[in-house]
């Protein structure tokens, strides 16, 4: 390391990890680079919100370079990462190259389809705003293609809704959905009732929302059933094709298949040459960085470790947010000549919303369900907008939204076809 300038990080990702790394570095002397593909940092766990009409892209996104304005040691590059060459300390860029002196590698997961990647066509999964865009577009245009539909089958597939997989976004989406037809599209249309519509939540083991406890998840399937969703649990998919979900022999005839069941680490950690686990992330060291590479720290839902039990951690925000701050702390001991300390998560807990004033909580030394658990979740994400100055405002359009049924202009989607060109 070249002595006589201040040492080079780079960070890429801009999610909950690298963000929070990039603002714990403020006041180490280092030069923070940070690169993501998206101009926006994005606050994941409101994006079915987005997907079901409940709330706009900017209430839950926010420009990175905005958020670092008044950081002076913070850059901020809107590029591509390509691959790392440890060898060389660089990262290959789409177009360029950047060297470093340390990296933090938070370039988060992707959608998984187990193999079967010609499934994600006809079921799309949920990571970016455009995906909860398009996957707005599909809920809406399958009520508004049912409404002029004659055929009663044709009509009833059109109204029938398939999430593939029960985990908190396939929940908490499904319970959406049911909401939306059941209360907010209820009286806009003529020909169709949308309330007659089909929710089905399949999942493949023998319960919903597997990471929370069994009662909670009980109480989750109650409460989605009382919204009207099927939850259909024991019903792994061994088939997905457009318009048409197969479980075994068992067949499902859906307009609308949203894929909820798998994520896999960002490809990005293939380059480091360093061992993985069977979704792609990262065996990291107790102190976050790469075997062998004290100067590269893997953290977030690209890094794979276990707590003191041997669980290994969930990949959810809070495990992002705390190793971002973690690398964060032994970039500025390693430069101080210190030694680096382990992680040690402090769990906080999981919750997962299911509808108006209903949620699941599980919280250390307390487990909630109904509208407690839906008070703790609305105020845990009034918290954690982070950079959002405009949170309270956000949570208020969308607690308006779930008391009055109002989508308003969020209700406003593409045509159903190919535009026709301008011929003025
Ligand atoms: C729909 C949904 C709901 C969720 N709900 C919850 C919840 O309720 N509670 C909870 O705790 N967690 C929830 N999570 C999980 C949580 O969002 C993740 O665990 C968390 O975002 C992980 O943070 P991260 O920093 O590792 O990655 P991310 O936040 O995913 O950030 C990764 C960043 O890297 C960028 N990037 C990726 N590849 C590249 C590349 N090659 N080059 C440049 N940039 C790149 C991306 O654009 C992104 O900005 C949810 C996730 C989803 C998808």
Not at 295 to 306: K, M, P, R
């Amino acid at each position: 390391m070249d002595r006589s300038r201040k040492p080079q990080v780079v960070i890429l990702g801009a999610g909950f990890g690298g963000l929070t790394a990039a603002r714990a570095l403020a006041a180490t002397p280092v030069r923070v680079t940070v690169v993501d593909r998206r101009n926006h940092h994005l606050f994941q766990p409101l994006l079915y919100q987005v997907a079901t009409a409940a709330l706009s892209p900017g209430d839950i996104a926010y420009p990175i370079r905005s958020i670092l304005r008044r950081q002076r040691n913070a850059t901020v590059l809107l590029a591509d990462a390509v691959s790392v060459d440890p060898a060389a300390r660089e990262v290959a860029l789409s177009d360029g190259r950047l060297g470093y002196d340390f990296l933090v590698l938070a370039t988060g997961s992707r959608d998984a389809y187990f193999g079967h990647d010609d499934w994600e066509k006809a079921a799309p999964g949920l990571k970016t705003l455009d995906d909860a865009l398009e996957i707005r577009r599909r809920i809406l245009l399958a009520f508004e293609k049912a409404e002029r539909e004659a055929n009663p089958e044709r009509r009833k597939a059109l109204l029938t809704f398939a999430l593939v997989g029960g985990g908190p976004t396939g929940a908490e989406l499904a319970g959406a959905i049911a909401e939306i037809s059941r209360h907010v599209l209820a009286s806009d249309f003529r020909a169709i009732d949308p309330r007659e519509a089909r929710i089905v939540l399949l999942e493949a083991s023998d319960r919903i929302l597997p990471a929370f406890p069994p009662e909670l998840s009980a109480k989750a399937s109650t409460a989605l059933a009382r919204l009207g969703v099927e939850v259909r649990t024991g019903t792994p998919v061994t088939a997905i094709r457009p318009g048409l979900v197969e479980a075994g022999r068992e067949r499902l005839e859906a307009e609308t298949i949203l894929w909820t069941a798998g994520v896999a680490a960002s490809p990005l950690a293939r380059s480091l040459g360093a061992p993985l686990d069977r979704a792609g992330r990262v065996l990291v060291e107790p102190d976050l960085t790469v075997p062998g590479r004290p100067e590269i720290f893997v953290i977030g839902d690209l890094a794979f470790l276990a707590d003191r039990t041997g669980k290994p951690l969930p990949g959810v925000a809070q495990v992002a947010i705390q190793q971002g701050r973690h690398a964060a702390r032994n970039i500025d001991r390693a430069l101080r000549g210190a030694t680096r300390l382990p992680f040690r998560y402090r769990d906080r807990g999981n919750l997962a919303v299911l509808g108006r004033a209903a949620a699941v909580a599980d919280l250390p030394g307390l487990r909630l369900a109904g509208f407690p658990a839906w008070l703790v979740w609305c105020f845990v994400h009034i918290l954690y907008l982070i950079g959002f100055r405009n949170r309270f405002l956000v949570m208020f359009e969308w607690a308006w939204a779930y008391l009055t049924w109002q989508r308003g202009a969020r209700l406003i989607t593409e045509s159903a076809g190919k535009p026709e060109p301008d011929k003025r």
